[in-house]
């Protein structure tokens, strides 16, 4: 393998693909990133063996060839090496070297076989469609927050991506902890009817994120019951998807909360942080105490006092009381894009709907906390 | 074997004391006293928990006409062939069992001896006897127990649930077929079979562990071994298992002296001795354990219940068990023997954190003070190291002012426990002291920390609960989500709210918000075990704690998670204002300090 | 394709070595099964050390893989499960130190408890997870535990390979649910010519003897040869010729040499041979089997030996003792050469017909 390559081109490729692979990995060729040179393009390949991303550059292959070398350390020499420099890769006598040169530098670096390398996840996956990049971005940025961290339900350690046709098409993500739900909408992309529900796990929805920063364009998607791919213009992520059933979420979110308030956001979110300082423990629990025209925030703590505030808001039922984590409303009200927000509730033990009174199409579900 | 009236002097030696309190303990005499009657096969049935019938019938010698009105009589006993209480060698002893049931109860005795071709019934109401009548049955005896209690109605109101009587009659049932297998056990609730245990016959294992792995589950007959062993007169037989099959309770460990179940503390100390090297410390092993012995060696008369006896001669007992045990584990290859080193850890002494209300004055004192260690070491202690570990000796060493600067870490003087070095095996933190440096079991003492932080929240406020969108069915072994759900209002005060969930689950929607997103399953299994031991022997409180034990055991850090050293200090910190931090839940201590004299003794510079 | 034995001196590692042999029958009753559509999800591969468990278990898990690859280049899946690089094989071993670059004690929670998230994941290739867990009998208590619960309800198109030096190492609730391949002794004709092409420098007699002292396994044979065992086992037998009558000064020479100059491995190799060769003694003098006869030097002593008709326990209990100091030499460092002269001693007996009045 022979190329040379516009070093700022090399350094965003390798800040795309290197984040994949483990630090700490006791299996060598997994620390490696896999470079492959033909046809005036040099591809890099990085895995953990769950998740693959590659990315296709130009660079002027004189030699096609293929090796591997560590990715986070041909990371930090690249970007240290000087600011619009050339990077030349060349052979050297001894299979498991290969020689990098910037300027005046050299680097010889340790290769392994790519033959040892895993393999690209590029078998044929059955549906395929496109999305435009800031709807992938809604239904990651609204939901992830909720994803739960138990892994003995594993289940729910990602997004529920999936489709819904009635009453009409969306493409749907849903995440739950088991004590709140996020549920975003987006309408649903030609060709994605009929494709199936797939949980995408954690560190493949943080890569993939990661990715739709620098894009704006259409992302296309293809799927199977195993995998999901994702390709960025240049950029493919492949992933394996959580072997498991998502619950059937839809009874959990209640159709006939009829006690709503709505009030400002911004005001509201200051409301809870200011009066939930006084709750110590990590639940950090405020009440609220809902009257006509009238929301009262307060919370009390057995070590540090007690604090309250009021603010006013639209509310026209009954008066009530319902606790919560402040730390749950203050993420959830933190979801919502409009100035206000809409919060329908049941009674003191049953689940609440937050949602912007704008948007049909993101509605996230809390469970009350209760002393 | 003739029913006799004994002396009044034997009587007085009886501790007096009623035997009867539930249905349970009703069947258990009745039971004995089957077994003790030669019976292959007894079959117990039971309606609405016992309350309102209890039947027990019997294919052992029965007992003629005279015998029958004679066995009305309180303590009269067919049991005792002497008058000397120190030869007790059947199980029923008290020969009590039969009036004490008949005075609160109308009862049924029908009989007929191994010799005698007609049947005898006679008829008991409230302790009065009427004439003995002609019946119909096979060789044996049937004693008919209707509306227990009706003439003691507070004891009535004592009685908890069908459900829940109905489980202690199985445990006692379960307990005696342990100890025989050669009978045949069967118990019906409300025409339901909850225990069906045949004799021991041409299976292929021992009858024995047939048995037991009938009652303790099958688990243990694949993960057992045998135990054999005499020491003097004393043999203990059966089984125990391997560390590897382990529970979160005692609850499976069952004891036998002389054929009677027990639940001596001496005996299951001995058990966890013999297991301490072995198995973590919040774990149990499954045991089942004979032990025969000359009755003249042992006083089972210690208690009205009989689960706790005395030994003439404890720490023969003790080192029996723990000798047979420990043999036996370490023949199994699973005993790593870690004797090297020993002195080292007897200079290492778990070291008390002083009770103290607030931070300022805990501060002030722990520096120097050392106290005496409340915790008790299992082990002997080598003789050799007594001058090493004599707290006061070393006190006095220590009263004077360390000559050892360590001014180049300052800040290790102001602090109790110092300041955080680092973290070794992921699970424990080592911190250098003025003085010397303390070792601390983080998940111990987080452990603590959390349970402590409950405990005054509970007193103060209650536990905030936060409800669960999705709520969680735990599948639990039989008689898990009976014990659950009977103390589902104290488990409501914890923060934990559970509801049944059809036969054997339970279904949780509501969970202590101060857990977070926790493991739920595992938790309701722990709980479940934890309350089918603790039962009814405890008070609320200790139950309560005992839950929040466990909870916090589940909120904690574990064992195995890398800590940055500010976490470590801010949980040193935490420790030193929190009360009762210096040991475990279980007493055991979260952290052990090694003075820098002792560190000196060890190289020899001293 | 014996890459393994060409690169390396030692035994090649099992995940890459593609020459299996004396195994077929139990390769073929897994491959069986799996014909019929009736695959066990759980396998126990049981046998002595060295005699190709885990090689077997590596090479199903590459038939496995092989079968569904979409490239259906069996080199590649080779290269793969080699490399430890396949995304839908999980290898479950004891954990390396990263301070001192060796291997720990025992299969850790921590590393167990990683087989379930890669359970958990969908396979990349459409097919097969294989979870190999190479030395079942190390997993500690806690690991165990995690693997149980995963080998009670296993997930679809997973197969589980496990490999242990005896079934009775396992935790039984594990073993009931695992088929067992119970891997045989290699025959002595087929290891000797199977050693004769792996190590040419051996003479047949050699490698005959090498056949019989490393109870069938191809591994332990080659470890032998590799760190000297044959000629320490020669000494060994020329010392023993004369028992019960030992030559004092020759096993004070021989103790000395082993235990001081060429370090541990000579001291441990030479237990390992004195205690296997003491149990092959007590075979024959128990069952009163002397079909052996003849062949070897070892044969001849150990006729002679099992004549005298002494009392089984004497062998036993020597056995037991070397059994014990081995490992004490171990963990209390124990002077090498006394424990050796102390088994000699031990050796000698109580014999009154003793030829040597200056016992040790």
Known sequence: MKLTIEREVLLKSLAHVQSVVERRTTIPILS???????????????????????????????????????????????????????????????????????????????????????????????????????????????????????????????????????????????????????????????????????????????????????????????????????????????????????????????????????????????????????????????????????????????????????????????????????????????????????????????????????????????????? | MAIRVLPTTTVNRIAAGEVIERPASAVKELVENAIDAGARKIEVAMNDGGRTFIAVTDDGYGMNREDLSLAIERHATSKLDSEDLLQIETLGFRGEALPSIASVSRMTVTSRAIDSREAWSIVVEAGEARDTEPAALATGTRVEVRDLFYATPARLKFLKSARSEIQFARDVVSRLAMARSDVGFGLISDGRALVRLDRGGDDMLDPRLARLSAVMGKDFADNSLAIDATREEARLTGYIGLPTLNRATARAQYLFVNGRPVRDRLLLGAVRGAYADVLARDRNPLVALFLDLPPSEVDVNVHPTKAEVRFRDAAMIRALIVGSLRRALADAGHLASTS??????????????????????????????????????????????????????????????????????????????????????????????????????????????????????????????????????????????????ARADDLAKLGLIIEPFGPGAVVVREVPALLGEIDIQGLIRDLADDLEEIGEAFGLQESLFHVCATLACHGSVRAGRNLTVPEMNALLRDMETTARSGQCNHGRPTYVELRLADIERLFGRR | MSDGFSRVAGPPEPRANSELIGHDEAENIFLDSWGKGRLA????????????????????????????????????????????????????????????????GEITVEVARKVAPFLHLTPAEAGWRVVVIDGAEKMNRNAANAILKIVEEPPANTVIL??????????????????????????????????????????????????????????????????????????????????????????????????????????????????????????????????????????????????RREGLDRWLNLWEKAVRLTAQTESFLLDRKQVLLSLFDCLEGDDPMNCNPNRF
């Not at chain 1, 100035?339 to 689940?351: C, V």
């Not at chain 2, 080193?341 to 805990?362: I, N, Q, W």
């Open chain 2, 340 to 485: 090297v080193g020993s002195t080292m850890l007897d200079a290492f002494r778990p070291h008390d954190m002083p009770e103290k209300s607030g931070p300022a004055e805990t501060l002030g004192s722990m520096g120097r003070s050392v106290t005496q260690p409340s915790y008790v070491n299992p082990h002997p202690q080598p003789e050799h190291t007594d001058a090493m570990i004599n707290p006061n000796s070393l006190g006095e060493e220590l009263s004077e002012p360390s000559a050892r600067d360590i001014s180049e870490y300052p800040e290790a003087n102001e602090y109790p426990l110092g300041a955080a070095r680092g973290q070794v095996h992921g699970t424990y933190i080592i911190s250098q002291t003025r003085d010397g440096l303390v070792i601390v079991d983080q998940h111990a003492a987080h452990e603590r920390l959390v349970y402590e932080r409950m405990k005054s929240a509970l007193e103060q406020t209650g536990v905030a609960r936060q409800g669960l969108l999705i709520p969680e069915v735990v599948e639990l072994s039989e008689g898990g989500p009976e014990h659950l759900l």
């Open chain 3, 162 to 307: 496990m490999t242990c030096e005896g079934r009775h190492k396992v935790l039984p609730t594990i073993r009931s649910r695992c088929q067992i391949l119970a891997l045989r002794p290699l025959d002595a004709s087929l290891m000797s010519s199977w050693l004769c092409r792996h190590r040419p420098d051996l003479d047949p007699k050699q490698a005959m003897a090498l056949a019989q002292i490393s109870a069938g396994s191809p591994g332990n044979a080659l470890r032998l040869v590799d760190a000297e065992g044959l000629g320490i086992y020669e000494e060994m037998l020329s010392l023993f010729a004369n028992l019960p009558c030992l030559d004092t000064a020759a096993a004070h020479e021989f103790a000395d040499r082993i235990s001081s100059s060429r370090g541990e491995d000579s001291f441990r190799m030479f237990l390992e041979l004195f205690a296997s060769w003491l149990v092959r003694l007590i075979r024959v003098i128990a069952t009163d089997d002397h079909s052996v006869t003849g062949l070897s030097e070892e044969d001849v002593l150990v006729n002679r030996l099992a004549a």
């Open chain 1, 32 to 371: 490696n990133v896999r470079l492959d040179a033909s046809d005036g393009r040099l591809r890099l390949t990085a895995t953990d063996m769950n998740l693959t991303v590659a990315e296709s550059v130009c660079a002027s292959v004189l030699q096609a060839g293929a090796t591997t070398t560590p990715a986070h350390m041909l990371h930090e020499i690249v970007r240290k090496l000087p600011e619009g420099g050339e990077v030349a890769f060349e052979p050297t006598e001894q299979v498991d070297r290969i020689v990098l040169r910037c300027g005046d530098g050299i680097f010889s670096l340790s290769c392994l076989p790519v033959e040892d390398f895993p393999a690209d996840f590029n078998a044929e996956l059955a549906h395929r469609f496109t999305i435009p990049a800031a709807d992938l971005r809604r239904l990651i940025d609204k939901t992830r927050f909720a994803i739960s961290h138990e892994e003995t339900r594993y289940y729910l350690n990602g997004i529920y991506l999936h489709p819904v046709i009635e009453p009409k098409p969306l493409l749907r993500s849903v995440a739950t902890d088991g004590h709140r739900l996020a549920q975003v909408d987006v309408s649903l992309p030609n060709g994605a009817d009929s494709i199936p529900g797939v949980i995408v796990h954690r560190k493949a929805v943080t890569e993939i994120r990661k990715l739709i920063d620098d894009f704006d364009g259409e992302i296309a998607c293809s799927l199977s019951d195993t995998m999901a791919r994702l390709c960025f213009d240049s950029v493919n992520v492949t992933t394996k998807l959580i072997d498991g059933k998502f619950p059937d979420y839809g009874r959990v979110i209640p159709a006939a909360n009829d006690k709503i308030m709505e009030f400002d956001g911004h005001g509201f979110m200051n409301v809870v942080d200011r009066v939930s300082t006084l709750a110590t423990d990590r639940t950090r629990s405020v009440k609220l105490s809902l009257a006509p025209g009238e929301l009262e925030v307060s919370a009390i703590s057995p070590e540090s006092g007690s604090a309250s505030e009021k603010l006013p808001v639209l509310y026209d039922s009954d008066a009530m009381q319902i606790g919560f984590n402040a730390r749950y409303l203050l993420e959830l009200a933190g979801q919502l894009d409009g100035e206000r927000i809409s919060l329908a509730m049941n009674d003191a033990a049953s689940p609440s709907i937050m949602r912007d009174p704008d948007d049909n199409h993101a509605l996230f579900v809390l469970m009350p906390m209760r002393v």
């Open chain 3, 41 to 104: 999800h759980a396998w126990l591969i049981t046998g002595p050390a060295g005699i190709g468990k885990a090689t077997l278990a590596f090479r199903l898990a590459r038939r496995l893989l092989e079968k569904n690859a979409p490239q259906g280049d069996p080199r590649s899946v080779y290269r793969r499960v080699a490399a430890g690089s396949h995304a839908d094989l999980f290898t479950l071993e004891r954990p390396v130190d990263s301070q001192t670059g060796t291997r720990r």
